[in-house]
């Protein structure tokens, strides 16, 4: 299976063998942005994999650059004001990433900003090289995260680092990403693709169902999260209150100018 496209946003797919394809993701003029038009493939190429019951899927923008993911297209901000709600290209292709039938297999080199972190978290398995590097971004100009987004992050670190991580906006290298379990194996970046598809054909010599199984029941259990209608209303207009402030005009505006925001609480 293979694809060309003439948009600078791309996602390759590369059949490994009938049990393990690679989907590599670029954007080069925006250092890899998970534009809308970028995760829109993605989640159709993930569709097109999981019609073709493969059971591992290796995701990466490949080995020995500076950015793996600069995160959402900041330029797509100025027509959207919440790129992260629920119904949105990024969380419709972090949920598919979540619920593909299969194991999905982050191999991360350079540095991942805001929801190419989740990208990264969202998949089952990471593995990266020492280049890595995860920074959660959106306090940098204003945008409240979603709590589905939060729980993600919830459920796989401890809280002091996941309020450090979105309080500081600073990133956490790939040392700390492994002592706290975000990624699985640490490697040279001249082994970084072989140990992913190492682990790929050891994963995909099991019993697919069985696995397909456990992924699914542990989707749900992550799931689990009971909240009540007042938290999930009171939620809702916090962020609300965030999507809609000055604060976060100026955050894109000081972006765009390459500037410190000043940030007035309002």
């Known amino acids: 299976m293979n694809d060309t496209q003439t948009s600078p946003a791309t996602v390759k797919v590369n059949i490994v063998?009938?049990?393990?394809?690679?989907?590599?993701?670029?954007?080069?003029?925006?250092?890899?942005?998970?534009?809308?038009?970028?995760?829109?493939?993605?989640?159709?190429?993930?569709?097109?994999?999981?019609?073709?019951?493969?059971?591992?899927?290796?995701?990466?923008?490949?080995?020995?650059q500076d950015v793996w993911s600069a995160g959402h297209d900041i330029g797509e901000l100025e027509h959207d004001r919440d790129p992260i709600a629920y119904g949105k290209p990024l969380e419709l292709a972090l949920r598919r990433v979540r619920a593909y039938p299969g194991v999905m297999i982050a191999m991360v080199s350079g540095s991942a900003w805001g929801g190419a972190v989740d990208l990264a978290m969202s998949c089952d398995l990471v593995v990266?090289?020492?280049?890595?590097?995860?920074?959660?971004?959106?306090?940098?100009?204003?945008?409240?995260?979603?709590?589905?987004?939060?729980?993600r992050f919830f459920n796989n670190l401890p809280i002091h680092v996941l309020k450090e991580m979105f309080f500081c906006a600073q990133p956490l290298d790939a040392q700390r990403a492994e002592r706290f379990g975000v990624v699985n194996r640490l490697v040279d970046s001249d082994k970084l693709e072989a140990t992913a598809l190492e682990l790929a054909r050891g994963i995909a010599g099991k019993a697919p169902l069985?696995?397909?199984?456990?992924?699914?029941?542990?989707?749900?259990l992550e799931d689990l999260q009971p909240m009540p209608v007042q938290a999930m209303e009171q939620i809702a207009e916090l962020r609300r209150q965030a999507c809609e402030s000055a604060d976060f005009s100026e955050g894109l505006a000081a972006f765009a100018a390459r500037r410190p925001a000043v940030f007035g609480g309002k």
Do not use: C, H, W
Request: without cysteine.
């Open 17 to 64: 063998d009938e049990r393990i394809a690679q989907l590599t993701f670029s954007n080069p003029t925006r250092r890899n942005a998970l534009s809308a038009e970028l995760l829109q493939t993605l989640d159709a190429r993930l569709e097109a994999l999981a019609a073709q019951r493969i059971p591992v899927v290796i995701l990466g923008s490949g080995v020995g």
């Open 210 to 220: 069985a696995i397909q199984a456990v992924k699914e029941q542990l989707r749900i």
């Open 128 to 151: 990266a090289d020492g280049s890595a590097r995860f920074a959660m971004t959106p306090a940098n100009i204003g945008l409240p995260y979603t709590t589905s987004g939060l729980l």
